[in-house]
């Protein structure tokens, strides 16, 4: 699939060649629900109705707070995006004006996996959806990589 | 105009760095929550088609919240909590 034309419009970094259309648009989800692996939930750190953030951690758009929000999944602040062998890592977003903006997770091969959104999923080298839209990375995290078993 | 505002309220979050705010703040659909219980009806008949982020606006016309607490954020469980709320209050079949 290749990328809808709105999304390279938001993000004039991407090359079109390096990325994937890896999802349809989907609302039920956000960008912090796909970096942690729920497909499920929109998360949202601001204390309103009808969005989820993990319990027990402060209801604010901080670092701070998405920070502890991925720590509840195993996540610790690590040092880079460098793709280190047995560890996932998620990027977190900030932009200077309007705090935290968007998470990212790096696949397993290298790559790393954005929704944007209430649009689609799309897999691309991370620094590539840095600009206007949401701001640099601030922040990287890892955890073990959670083994794929057949069933 | 219901069918209007929803398209435009679609259309308008679009896009790729929509919030949650965003989306329950957009004119388009802060105009549906002042349409008040005409619109509730076709809210529900909207969310059987397809869930999306009608609660905010549900609760705010209706002053009425059936989404249990474990549902939130789900908005597959929010839709089918307000479906069963419509259902028993005769506004859907």
Redesign the interface.
Known sequence: MSLPA??LA??PGIVESECLHTSP?D??Y?CI?HAAGDH?????P?K??????PKGILRTSTLDAYEAAFGTLGYVRCANDSLEPGLEKVAIFMNPTKGP?HAARQLEDGPWTSK????EDIGHPLRQVEGH??GVVATFMSRPRKKVTSP | MFEELCHRWKEETSTPSTDFMAIVMNSAYQRIISLGWDAVPLILAELKIQPDHWGWALEAITGENPVPAEAEGDIEQIGSAWLQWGRANHLIA
Not at chain 1, 48 to 53: A, K, L
């Open positions: 709105r999304v938001a993000f648009e609302r039920r956000n629900a499920r939930r929109w998360w949202q601001e309103v109705p009808h969005t989820y953030w903006t944007l959104g209430l649009l839209v949401y």
